[in-house]
């Protein structure tokens, strides 16, 4: 399937899915697209069902932080068809959450608690939203950028 193919059958599915030509040298060749929060985890499970999509793998899930709003960002392939594509959605940065898709992809359940530990998103209906890296009484989210940490004074 071309990228012009699934551009087609991703709005089929979603017609308020708005598509980002991509000028990143990495995402050149994927097909990159916005949703809105709330539309995230029945899109997850139609790209994961769709027959002719089949988006079985999640491989990465991050956070960016634009000081303004927080940006999801998943990234999925199709290991049967091989084709990519990269779903984001912006987050209300004074309260970020989305629902979780780690009962669609297992391999989300760490990479949305890294997120929720890093950025402060809240993934709704996670099973364990514990911490992975920093201790349990650590104060803030340090990838965000109005982090200050007094210790090694990082201010961005």
């Not at 790209?47 to 999801?72: A, N, P, Q, Y």
């Not at 049967?80 to 009962?103: A, F, G, M, N």
Request: charged letters at 30%; a negative charge; proline letters at 4%.
């Amino acid at each position: 399937m071309t990228n012009e193919e699934l551009k087609i059958k991703l709005t089929e599915l979603l017609s308020s899915a708005t598509f980002e030509e991509g000028t990143d040298p990495i995402a050149i060749g994927w097909v990159n697209l916005f949703i809105a929060p709330a539309e995230w985890k029945p899109f997850a499970q139609q790209l994961r069902s769709t027959e002719g999509l089949d988006f079985d793998f999640l491989f990465c899930v991050t956070c960016i932080d634009w000081k303004t709003h927080l940006t999801m960002v998943y990234h999925l392939t199709s290991t049967k068809h091989r084709h990519t594509i990269v779903v984001k959605s912006k987050l209300d940065r004074t309260k970020p959450e989305i629902e979780t898709v780690c009962d669609i992809w297992r391999t989300a359940e760490f990479h949305e608690r890294e997120q929720a530990e890093m950025f402060g998103v809240n993934f709704l209906n996670h099973p364990d939203l514990r911490k992975l890296i920093l201790t349990d009484d650590f104060e803030g989210f340090p990838l965000r950028k109005d982090f200050e940490d007094p210790i090694n004074m990082i201010k961005l």
